[in-house]
């Protein structure tokens, strides 16, 4: 008996007094970002930031709750997620052919790829006014614009993912006569999973900015276009609490993006 405990003290490490601290240790994501607000608001209380004709943060807040209680918040994304959506998914379908076809076509890589990087290497914020010329301000602008923001960093991980399978990993599925399938599920897909993904959630927060641009320069709904009536009236609070919209909105995207790939890592066994 002696012995196990013994043994249970080698493997357990005595603890030692006084409290525990590590929720001190969880907060420190969070400690600039209060500081900061601190010192807004302490700087508006005295005055500083009214120079700059900024509202405090409180006022911001109060602008925060107002837009998200009467509607304005609800409505706006809800146009601008639908386009995203519409956007980001026809970039996807277009771009991970593409970096197949790159990766594993010599054909394709000496007739397509250059012309498909002299396009992508035009920002997209400067393609805004050729595409308006050819399709206006309505929807379909919108949608181009934000395929053309996603199709860049898919295409590029999608190629680099391909290209970054050991062949004899290929030769294993021959070796096992696994069916086309089954070579894409079991070997394939794992391998590519991690990298593909790094191209999908650097393409949405892409699409993600460009969409909020386009809506600043050429919309009559969205998020994107309540900033820019809130700066037009001079709704400063308003405004701000619209950016923090945006900010929580791109941030909850990439997050939710994230959960997707670890679960598809798990489940593929890739390592998340």
């Known amino acids: 008996m002696s012995g196990v405990v ?35 608001q302490i700087s ?22 107002v837009v998200c209680t009467n509607g304005t918040v609800a409505s706006a994304l809800e146009i601008s997620l639908w386009r995203l959506a519409t956007g980001y998914a026809l970039g996807v379908v277009l771009a991970v052919p593409l970096g197949l076809a790159f990766a594993m076509s010599p ?27 050819l399709f206006g301000i309505g929807e379909a602008l919108k ?10 960093p898919v295409t590029i991980n999608t190629e680099l993912a391909i290209r970054g399978i050991p062949s004899g990993w290929r030769e294993l599925g021959r070796l096992y ?35 909020i641009f386009v809506e600043l320069l050429a919309s009559s709904n969205g998020i994107g276009y309540q900033l820019t009536m809130a700066r037009q009236l001079f709704q400063l609070d308003t405004m701000l609490a619209l950016m923090v919209v945006v900010g929580v909105a ?7 993006l994230g959960v997707v790939e670890r679960q598809l890592a798990r489940n593929f066994g890739g390592v998340a």
């Open 107 to 133: 054909v394709a890589r000496k007739l397509i790829a250059p012309t498909f990087w002299f396009i992508v290497r035009v920002p997209p914020a400067a393609w805004i006014p050729f595409l308006m010329m």
């Open 250 to 256: 791109g941030f909850a995207l990439d997050r939710a």
């Open 177 to 211: 006569r696994l069916s086309p399938w089954l070579t894409l599920r079991r070997i394939l897909f794992p391998a590519t999973i991690l990298p593909l993904f790094t191209g999908l959630r650097l393409g949405l927060m892409q699409s993600w900015q460009m969409l």
């Open 143 to 152: 949608l181009v614009i934000i395929a053309k923001a996603v199709m860049m």
């Open 44 to 65: 508006a209380s005295y005055g500083l930031v009214s120079l700059l004709v900024l509202p405090s943060p409180l006022q911001t807040w109060a602008a925060l709750h």
């Open 6 to 40: 013994e043994r249970a003290l080698i493997i357990q490490p005595a603890r030692r007094g006084g409290p525990d601290l590590a929720w001190v240790w969880r907060l420190r994501f969070i400690a600039l970002p209060v500081f900061l607000l601190l010192l807004w």
